[in-house]
C-alpha cells in the first residue's frame, strides 16, 4: 500500500510554533515516526509539505493513479482553501484529515473544515500520534 502524507503551511516549524498546541516534536521527528511507522507495517509512504496552496493541490493531483491513500493536515488552509477540498474530491482517494491540537477547542474559525468534506474521517488533537491512527485507519481499509 502507497500511502502520501500530506502537510499545509508552518508544519515545517512544528517544536518552533506554539510548542503549548502543537509540542515540542519537530518536524524531522514527525517524518521520522511517520517513516519508522510505516517501514515497520511494510507500507510505502512519501511525505510533502508546503507553505503554497498551489503546491499542496499539485501534490494530491500527482496521487491519482499512484497513491493508495492520503494522510493530510492542511494547517491553515483547512479553513480557507476550497481549491485543496475540490483536488481531494477530484483524485477519489480514501483521505484522512489530522490536526495535531483540538481543533474544536481553539478559536471559532478553527470549526471551519472544508478539507473535511471530502475526508473519510478526521482525527483531532492526539498529538503526532494521529496520524499514526490515520495511517492505521487506511491500512485497515477503513
Known amino acids: 500500500m502507497k500511502i502520501l502524507v500530506i502537510n499545509g503551511p ?8 506554539e510548542p503549548d498546541h502543537y509540542g515540542k516534536e519537530t518536524y524531522a521527528d514527525l517524518c521520522n515516526k511517520i517513516q519508522s511507522y510505516c517501514q515497520g507495517k511494510n507500507l510505502e509512504v512519501t511525505i510533502y ?3 503554497h496552496e498551489g503546491d499542496l493541490v499539485d501534490e494530491i493531483q500527482k496521487a491519482y493513479g499512484n497513491i493508495d491513500g492520503i494522510v493530510i493536515n492542511p494547517g491553515a488552509y483547512t479553513h480557507t482553501s476550497i481549491a485543496i477540498l475540490d483536488a481531494v ?31 473519510e474521517k478526521t482525527i483531532t488533537g492526539h498529538g ?13 481499509g477503513k
Do not use: W
Not at 103 to 111: A, S, W
Not at 130 to 138: R, V
Open 10 to 17: 508552518n508544519l515545517n516549524m512544528l517544536g518552533i510554533r
Open 49 to 51: 509539505q508546503s507553505n
Open 89 to 119: 474530491k477530484s483524485v477519489n482517494i480514501p483521505t484522512v484529515e489530522v490536526h495535531i491540537s483540538r481543533v474544536e477547542e481553539r478559536e471559532d474559525f478553527r470549526q471551519i473544515s472544508y478539507v473535511r468534506l471530502a475526508c
Open 128 to 140: 503526532t500520534d494521529g496520524y499514526l491512527e490515520a495511517i492505521d485507519y487506511l491500512a485497515k
